[in-house]
C-alpha cells in the first residue's frame, strides 16, 4: 500500500504555500526503489532593486539570479505582483502591488518551486523620496514637445506642471523617468511633480541638457514585432553616441549597436501586446524618445508548404516549412507529438525534425509565442518504410549537410565573398545568412557554394541555411559573423603588405589618390575597404582593382572623407 507524505518547501515568505509530493513506498520492511522524478533547478535570488517602494505600489523592481522560468510570480511579503515579466532565466522586473509593512521577495517558478530573500523589502507609508534632477526637451510633431523628467520616486499617475501650466498628458515610464507632453514654446524654467501620495518635487533652472547632446528618434523598423521578443530593429534619429541604452516600454533592449549618430540597431525586449515608447539614452543621461513607435503585434502563422511531406513511422526526418508569419519561439508539432530541433530560420522559415508517429497522416501545427497557431490537416504523411527521398547521386556529394563558411566573419554592410563547403548542393539552392538572403549565389558543384554575403545584417553570429529547390534545407548554426570595423587588428598606418586573412588599419592622408595597400595574392574581389563617413554611418566598397591598390578616394567614397579618416582594410 502506498502513503502519501504531503510535504512543505522552507524559506518562503509566510502565507505563501509551494507544495510537493514525496511518494515513500515501504513493502515488507524494505524500501523499493520506484522511479525517479526530475525538478527543474531551484530558482535563486541575488539581488533586489529597490529594496522599498511606497505603499500604494507601483514600483519597477529588478529581481537578478538564476533559474526563473517564464510565467513566474513575485511575491512582495504576502502580496503578489500585478505584473512581472521575465526578461531572461537570470533576470526578472516586477511591479510592487499594494502593501504595508515589510516582507521578504519570493520568486515562484511555474513547476512550483521558489526562492526568498533573507533580507526583506519595505513597503514606506506615503514618504517615499521624490525628486528632479533635470529636463530634457524633443520637438514633437503637429505643435507639441515631449519633454522628459529625471528623478527618484516617482510613482503611478503623477501630475505634473510645466512652466505653470498643467500637462494633460503624462506618461510614467519607470519610478525615474516621466514623459510629458506640452505645446510647442512651454516654458521649461520650472517643473513640480506631485504624486499620489502627497509628496512632491519642484524643479527651476530650466534644461539641463545641451540641445546638441540630446537625442531624438524619427522612427523604427520594422515598427512592429512579436510579443516574445527578440525582433532586430533599426532606430533612426539624430544625436546618437556610443554607449547610448534603449528602452521599449521601460524595458531594455538587448544587443544595441550605435552604427552610427544617425543609427542604432537592437533586439527587443519581451512585452505585452501593444504600442510602447521607444526611449534612447545617451551615457550622459539625455534621453529622446518616440511615442507608440513600436507595437507588440501577436503574430498569426500561416503554414503552406512541407518538404519533404513523407518519412518514417520511427521519426527523425529532417523537414523544412514553409509560410509566412513565424516568429522566435515557435513550437512545431506532427499529429500532436513536438518536432525536435526546431529552428525559425526566419518569418517564412522553420526547420524542424519530425518525431515518432504512426502510419497514415498527421496533422502538421505551428503555435507561435502568444498562442495563434496554423496547420495543414494532412501536412504529413507517416510510412512503415522510409519515403524520404533517397541520398543524392554522388555528383551532388551525398545528403544535404552545410560544413563551414570561408572565411567565417565579415564586416557589417560588406557583401563579403564566402565559400560554403559541404554536401548535396543542387543548382537553384538558395542561401540565407541570419534569415536575410545571399546574393550572386553559385553552385559550383555539390560540394561547394560561392556567395555574397547580404549587406543589410547586424552585427553577431548568425545561423547560414542552404536550401535546394524543393524545400529541403540544412543549417550551420553561428556559421558566419557581421563585425564591425573596429575588430580588425590594426597595422601600421599609411600603407603596408596584407596577406589574404589578414586585416590592416591605415589613415586616409588626403589628396585625390591615395595608395592604400599592397595586397600580393589578394585576388580581384577579395580586399574589403570601410570607414566612417562625416555623418558617422560606416561606408564599405569592394575594388577590382589589382593587388595594388592606387585608387580615386572619391570613386570609393562619394560621400567624401576627410583626411586623417581612419581606413579599414581585409583581405578575405
Same mark, same amino acid.
Given at each position: 500500500?502506498?502513503?502519501?507524505?504531503?510535504?512543505?518547501?522552507?524559506?518562503?515568505?509566510?502565507?505563501?504555500?509551494?507544495?510537493?509530493?514525496?511518494?515513500?513506498?515501504?513493502?515488507?520492511?524494505?524500501?523499493?526503489?520506484?522511479?525517479?522524478?526530475?525538478?527543474?533547478?531551484?530558482?535563486?535570488?541575488?539581488? =533586489?532593486?529597490?529594496?522599498?517602494?511606497?505603499?500604494?505600489?507601483?514600483?519597477?523592481?529588478?529581481?537578478?539570479?538564476?533559474?526563473?522560468?517564464?510565467?513566474?510570480?513575485?511575491?512582495?511579503?504576502?502580496?503578489?505582483?500585478?505584473?512581472?515579466?521575465?526578461?531572461?532565466?537570470?533576470?526578472?522586473?516586477?511591479?510592487?502591488?499594494?502593501?504595508?509593512?515589510?516582507?521578504?521577495?519570493?520568486?515562484?517558478?511555474?513547476?512550483?518551486?521558489?526562492?526568498?530573500?533573507?533580507?526583506?523589502?519595505?513597503?514606506?507609508?506615503?514618504?517615499?523620496?521624490?525628486?528632479?534632477?533635470?529636463?530634457?526637451?524633443?520637438?514633437?510633431?503637429?505643435?507639441?514637445?515631449?519633454?522628459?523628467?529625471?528623478?527618484?520616486?516617482?510613482?503611478?499617475?503623477?501630475?505634473?506642471?510645466?512652466?505653470?501650466?498643467?500637462?494633460?498628458?503624462?506618461?510614467?515610464?519607470?519610478?525615474?523617468?516621466?514623459?510629458? =507632453?506640452?505645446?510647442?514654446?512651454?516654458?521649461?524654467?520650472?517643473?513640480?511633480?506631485?504624486?499620489?501620495?502627497?509628496?512632491?518635487?519642484?524643479?527651476?533652472?530650466?534644461?539641463?541638457?545641451?540641445?546638441?547632446?540630446?537625442?531624438?528618434?524619427?522612427?523604427?523598423?520594422?515598427?512592429?514585432?512579436?510579443?516574445?521578443?527578440?525582433?532586430?530593429?533599426?532606430?533612426?534619429?539624430?544625436?546618437?553616441?556610443?554607449?547610448?541604452?534603449?528602452?521599449?516600454?521601460?524595458?531594455?533592449?538587448?544587443?544595441?549597436?550605435?552604427?552610427?549618430?544617425?543609427?542604432?540597431?537592437?533586439?527587443?525586449?519581451?512585452?505585452?501586446?501593444?504600442? =510602447?515608447?521607444?526611449?534612447?539614452?545617451?551615457?550622459?543621461?539625455?534621453?529622446?524618445?518616440?511615442?507608440?513607435?513600436?507595437?507588440?503585434?501577436?503574430?498569426?502563422?500561416?503554414?503552406?508548404?512541407?518538404?519533404?511531406?513523407?518519412?518514417?513511422?520511427?521519426?527523425?526526418?529532417?523537414?523544412?516549412?514553409?509560410?509566412?508569419?513565424?516568429?522566435?519561439?515557435?513550437?512545431?508539432?506532427?499529429?500532436?507529438?513536438?518536432?525536435?530541433?526546431?529552428?525559425?530560420?526566419?518569418?517564412?522559415?522553420?526547420?524542424?525534425?519530425?518525431?515518432?508517429?504512426?502510419?497514415?497522416?498527421?496533422?502538421?501545427?505551428?503555435?507561435?509565442?502568444?498562442?495563434?497557431?496554423?496547420?495543414?490537416?494532412?501536412?504529413?504523411?507517416?510510412?512503415?518504410?522510409?519515403?524520404?527521398?533517397?541520398?543524392?547521386?554522388?555528383?551532388?556529394?551525398?545528403?544535404?549537410?552545410?560544413?563551414?563558411?570561408?572565411?567565417?566573419?565579415?564586416?557589417?554592410?560588406?557583401?563579403?565573398?564566402?565559400?560554403?563547403?559541404?554536401?548535396?548542393?543542387?543548382?537553384?539552392?538558395?542561401?540565407?545568412?541570419?534569415?536575410?538572403?545571399?546574393?550572386?549565389?553559385?553552385?559550383?558543384?555539390?560540394?561547394?557554394?560561392?556567395?555574397?554575403?547580404?549587406?543589410?545584417?547586424?552585427?553577431?553570429?548568425?545561423?547560414?541555411?542552404?536550401?535546394?529547390?524543393?524545400?529541403?534545407?540544412?543549417?550551420?548554426?553561428?556559421?558566419?559573423?557581421?563585425?564591425?570595423?573596429?575588430?580588425?587588428?590594426?597595422?601600421?598606418?599609411?600603407?603596408?603588405?596584407?596577406?589574404?586573412?589578414?586585416?590592416?588599419?591605415?589613415?586616409?592622408?588626403?589628396?585625390?589618390?591615395?595608395?592604400?595597400?599592397?595586397?600580393?595574392?589578394?585576388?580581384?574581389?577579395?580586399?574589403?575597404?570601410?570607414?566612417?563617413?562625416?555623418?558617422?554611418?560606416?561606408?564599405?566598397?569592394?575594388?577590382?582593382?589589382?593587388?595594388?591598390?592606387?585608387?580615386?578616394?572619391?570613386?570609393?567614397?562619394?560621400?567624401?572623407?576627410?583626411?586623417?579618416?581612419?581606413?579599414?582594410?581585409?583581405?578575405?
Amino acid at each position: 500500500m502506498m502513503k502519501e507524505v504531503l510535504c512543505y518547501a522552507v524559506g518562503v515568505a509566510e502565507g505563501v504555500t509551494v507544495r510537493r509530493r514525496l511518494a515513500v513506498v515501504v513493502a515488507f520492511a524494505a524500501l523499493m526503489l520506484m522511479p525517479s522524478t526530475a525538478f527543474a533547478d531551484q530558482p535563486v535570488i541575488g539581488t =533586489v532593486a529597490p529594496t522599498s517602494g511606497p505603499t500604494t505600489g507601483g514600483t519597477l523592481v529588478t529581481i537578478t539570479g538564476s533559474g526563473f522560468v517564464n510565467g513566474a510570480s513575485v511575491v512582495f511579503g504576502n502580496a503578489y505582483s500585478p505584473l512581472v515579466t521575465v526578461v531572461s532565466p537570470t533576470q526578472i522586473v516586477a511591479t510592487t502591488p499594494v502593501g504595508s509593512g515589510v516582507g521578504n521577495v519570493t520568486v515562484i517558478n511555474p513547476d512550483g518551486t521558489a526562492a526568498t530573500t533573507s533580507y526583506p523589502f519595505t513597503f514606506t507609508n506615503g514618504t517615499s523620496p521624490v525628486s528632479i534632477t533635470g529636463l530634457s526637451q524633443v520637438t514633437g510633431s503637429a505643435g507639441t514637445a515631449t519633454v522628459y523628467i529625471t528623478g527618484t520616486g516617482f510613482l503611478p499617475n503623477p501630475s505634473v506642471t510645466i512652466g505653470g501650466i498643467t500637462v494633460t498628458s503624462v506618461g510614467l515610464v519607470s519610478s525615474t523617468l516621466i514623459a510629458a =507632453v506640452v505645446p510647442t514654446g512651454t516654458s521649461l524654467a520650472t517643473a513640480t511633480v506631485l504624486n499620489t501620495d502627497g509628496t512632491s518635487a519642484s524643479f527651476s533652472g530650466g534644461p539641463t541638457t545641451n540641445p546638441s547632446a540630446q537625442p531624438i528618434v524619427s522612427s523604427v523598423s520594422p515598427s512592429t514585432g512579436s510579443p516574445s521578443g527578440g525582433t532586430v530593429v533599426t532606430i533612426t534619429g539624430s544625436g546618437f553616441v556610443p554607449g547610448a541604452t534603449v528602452l521599449f516600454g521601460g524595458q531594455p533592449a538587448t544587443n544595441v549597436v550605435v552604427v552610427g549618430m544617425t543609427s542604432i540597431t537592437a533586439v527587443t525586449p519581451a512585452s505585452t501586446a501593444g504600442p =510602447v515608447t521607444v526611449l534612447v539614452s545617451n551615457a550622459a543621461g539625455s534621453v529622446g524618445g518616440l511615442n507608440s513607435a513600436f507595437t507588440y503585434t501577436l503574430t498569426a502563422p500561416v503554414l503552406s508548404a512541407i518538404a519533404p511531406s513523407t518519412g518514417f513511422t520511427g521519426g527523425g526526418t529532417a523537414v523544412t516549412l514553409t509560410g509566412t508569419g513565424f516568429t522566435p519561439g515557435a513550437t512545431v508539432t506532427f499529429g500532436g507529438l513536438a518536432a525536435s530541433n526546431v529552428s525559425v530560420v526566419s518569418s517564412t522559415q522553420i526547420v524542424a525534425t519530425t518525431p515518432p508517429g504512426t502510419v497514415g497522416s498527421a496533422v502538421v501545427l505551428v503555435t507561435n509565442p502568444g498562442g495563434l497557431i496554423s496547420g495543414l490537416a494532412s501536412g504529413f504523411t507517416y510510412s512503415a518504410t522510409s519515403t524520404v527521398p533517397p541520398t543524392p547521386p554522388a555528383s551532388t556529394g551525398g545528403a544535404l549537410s552545410v560544413a563551414s563558411v570561408s572565411p567565417s566573419s565579415g564586416p557589417v554592410g560588406v557583401a563579403t565573398l564566402v565559400t560554403i563547403t559541404g554536401q548535396g548542393f543542387l543548382p537553384g539552392a538558395i542561401v540565407t545568412m541570419g534569415g536575410l538572403p545571399a546574393t550572386s549565389v553559385t553552385v559550383i558543384s555539390g560540394t561547394q557554394i560561392l556567395a555574397a554575403a547580404p549587406t543589410g545584417a547586424t552585427a553577431g553570429s548568425v545561423s547560414v541555411v542552404v536550401t535546394n529547390a524543393g524545400g529541403v534545407g540544412a543549417v550551420l548554426p553561428n556559421g558566419y559573423t557581421f563585425t564591425t570595423p573596429g575588430s580588425s587588428t590594426p597595422a601600421p598606418s599609411g600603407g603596408g603588405a596584407l596577406t589574404p586573412g589578414s586585416s590592416g588599419l591605415f589613415v586616409f592622408r588626403g589628396g585625390s589618390n591615395v595608395a592604400l595597400v599592397t595586397a600580393s595574392g589578394c585576388a580581384p574581389g577579395r580586399l574589403v575597404l570601410w570607414a566612417t563617413d562625416p555623418k558617422g554611418q560606416w561606408v564599405g566598397y569592394i575594388p577590382t582593382a589589382p593587388a595594388v591598390i592606387n585608387l580615386s578616394w572619391d570613386a570609393l567614397f562619394p560621400s567624401g572623407i576627410p583626411a586623417g579618416t581612419p581606413i579599414y582594410a581585409r583581405c578575405t
